[in-house]
């Protein structure tokens, strides 16, 4: 029997308020006949998107005489959507191809885009060929473009040749998008230089270098300060001096894009690897060795609970690193992407970015960026967990603004940095607000203390200073700024905003949730030891889902949606192991790997009667 005729869809046209990285040119798929496109739909603030962006590389390399890659930069927050941030991320983040602005959405409506990072492969001759959501693509992504190039090198329908992308000119300045900061003694200051892969040592004038660490070349080395190597570092930690002395040095430091902690040796500067293999964590779990357990983009640090807490950002957790035992353990967070208080096992986060610790030592602030939300770890035993997690600031995955009052009422957009303040309150660097804010938890008021700032990220109290005074890292300003703490602060209301993505339409009552995933040629679902997938549904608010909440195996799940009139988010994690060969049958190469593949959707939707009862998701769709 034949196979059944799969129907061609041709790409709809690419539409925006224009472009970066190809030296001013429009670009048109109709002009790129001839090449293999890859659209690769993200927003800077996605760790997930970023993830992505290095996944690429090796096959934009690899392939850069038959396949353009175009980034649709299609964002979720208002700051997003400024045209001057877009640029100044691009930058940032090293994007070597070209990037459509596309504040509006248009062309992510255009391709029923659901997620960020989503994936579009279009053939030479200008169909749709692939659509591919989250993370873990690249190698289906090497075999499905060796397909095409064989294809359409027998048709004639592939031209090979250079692309379209004109780099901007290098930019020079002394700090390049810098992080996190960490005060010394003497008043001086250690700053994570982000996009220079380096550390500096600053004087209090917070622009005279004592010195550098890291040749700045993007790398995981090993050695003294001048041949050592980060890629992207952030977060900074000093250990009490008694862990210190044993552990050998001074100072943790987040090496995000190298998904490790290094060791910093302040007396000559040396730089080892203290947990972390360099590979990134593609599990949901671990715990162990640090030395043998992967990572996913630490963001920031703290010491608490006579240990170091990791940001980690990459699977919305906290975990905890040991430096004496050399051992790492999942602290909080269960992975799925959200607000979800309670004992710590249980709870959500969403790329948790900063960090802080109450003068007593019994808190533990966390900025919970893609949340927008202020929340906080204290010792309470909670359903078997020894920490509760609580949110002081945020509602949830879309919400965001720049509103002061009450906290249960106030607004946040994207913070990634928090520092607590000698009376006890909280600063938190309200990043894509361009704001430093206060929270009093006595008070349970915010307020706003300073605006007008490049993006900050980072803050520290300047304890040189008779007066309350921050140090904040501005880091679209590429400049650290103090900025004094008024004793009366400024209440504002520059409105609630809502990210601008469309709800999907769903049917109250049973809806059937299938999600989409075809193994690359080559790959096979191995059942041999029971279903390969696994399928996580929770909602916002919890009401919405009726039936259907929980982790079980398995592609499909059946849920029963409550008629809630303003509806809510569904969240949906999924991951599939796909092994080379066919293990089913024993045709199984000698060395076969397997591959992980995995997506956290948030799904806003309404609800309607005569809607669809139908919700379908591609993990890999081809």
Known sequence: MSSPTRARVRAPELTGRGWLNTGGEPL??????????LLDFWTFCCVNCLHVLDELRPLEDKNGDV??????????????????????????????HPVLDDPDLVTWKAFAARAWPTLTVIDPEGYVVAQLSGEGHAHGLAILLDELVAEHDVKGTLHRGSGPYVPPAPPSTSLRFPGKLLALPEGRFLVSDTAHHQLVELDADLVTERRRIGSGTRGPADGMAAQAQLSEPQGLLQLPEAVAAQVGYDVVVADTVNHALRGLRLSDGRVSTVAGTGRQLRQRSGGGSAAAQDLSSPWDLAWFDDAVVVAMAGTH????????????????????????????????FAQPSGLAVSADGATLWVADSETSALRHVHAREVDGSRFEVLTDVGTGLFDFGHVDGPAAQALLQHPLGVAVLPDGSVALCDTYNGAVRRFDPLSGEVTTLATGLLEPSDAVVDAT????????????????????????????????????????????????????????????LDHRYGDPSRLVVGATPPELLLDGAGSEPGLRRTLRLADLPDGGVLHVSVQAAACDGDPETGEVPEFAACHLYQQDWGIPVQLAPGSPTVLHLDLRGA
């Open 28 to 37: 048109s798929l109709a002009g790129l006949r001839g090449k293999i496109v």
């Open 67 to 96: 396949l353009v890659t175009i980034g649709v930069h299609s964002p979720k927050f208002e700051h997003e959507a400024d045209a001057d941030a877009l640029v100044a991320a691009v930058e940032r983040y090293e994007v070597r």
């Open 317 to 348: 957790q906290l975990w905890r690193f040991d430096p004496v035992a050399g051992t790492v353990e999942v602290l909080a967070g269960t992975s799925a992407e959200g607000i979800r208080d309670g004992g710590a096992a249980d709870a959500w």
């Open 465 to 524: 200073s008779g007066d309350p005074v921050l140090v904040v890292v501005e880091s679209a300003a590429h400049r650290l700024t103090r900025v004094a703490v008024p004793a009366d602060a400024q209440r504002m209301d520059g409105g609630a905003r809502r990210t601008q993505r469309p709800a999907t339409d769903l049917a109250p009552g049973t809806v059937e949730l299938i999600v989409g995933f075809v193994p690359p040629t080559g790959q096979k």
